[in-house]
């Protein structure tokens, strides 16, 4: 059975013989057999380290352990997915539920490093802590994550003023903080190391993509869809899901986007538009030459299938939620 892992994967080969304790883990029928939740990814995970304190290099530390742990997990998943133990349902679940702890773990690590310099984020209104949510798209959003999937992201925050730090109003306003909560978030979950990295970061389904500021306030997420808003982009938060961070304002904004994203009168063109992406992506991103090859963007691809899915779901969600 591990070297069904081996063949599948040289680098897990590598990694096993380089940690013989993995072997054993692995083969336990307690841990093979194992739902991990992200509460039970949490606790697993805790167990490992040690606790948290303030000392110089502790997150380094803890970073490194995270690192280990994300890839002894994904070893898991190989492992019961080529010994037929899963389904591939439960393979892509188990994946994604990976991704959703390490993003959270990061955030957590990102706001110890921020706010202790910058403030803590204050809703001035309502006079309590403002919140960020970090928002999955994509396959990490469908929880369908692949063994090579980027995890598409975006970030939003609510509450209007500015950090405060050891009870004094700072200089920084909200938005300026979280942007730096957010670049150190992505940051962390990208950086290459010897334990190696977590998740390639995407942040191009923002607003605006690339141009675009990296935390937008839930405010400017709503008028923005309302009144720019395109076809692709409701497609995309088809699948859009809260994944770290406040997860009343992920649901505050997946609720205010509800008629955006399932309308229910769709627009007249909508279907032309979705043919006009899916022949802009045959062109431009696949090629003529490998469209009956191409199992991701090519004839029957998973692409080809996620359009005609999420084309009905546009179509008809709206006016038959359930």
Known sequence: MLARVEEASPLYGRLLRQFPDWAAWLTDDNVRHADFNLRALHDLFEEGCPPPHDAPGAQSERLALLRTFRRRMS???AYR???????????????????????SECLELANSRIIPTWGQPWDETLNKPARLCVIALGKLGGLELNFSSDVDLIFVYDGDGNGVKDGVRTT??????????????????????PEGFLFRVDLRLRPE?????????????????????QTWERLALIKARPVAGSNSLGEELLESVQSFRYPRNPPRFVLQEVAAMKARTEQEVVGSEALRRDIKSGYGGIREIEFRVQSLQLLNAGRYPF
């Open 75 to 77: 070893m898991r998943v």
């Open 81 to 103: 997915e080529v010994n037929g133990i899963c389904s591939g349902a439960d393979t892509v679940m188990d994946l994604s539920l990976l991704a959703d702890f390490c993003i």
């Open 209 to 229: 993509g690339e141009f675009g500021p990296i935390v937008s306030s839930l405010t400017a997420l709503e008028n923005y869809y309302s009144s720019s808003g």
């Open 172 to 193: 920084s306003s909200n938005p300026e903080i979280f942007a730096r909560v957010a670049e150190q978030t992505v940051k962390t979950l990208q950086t290459q190391a």
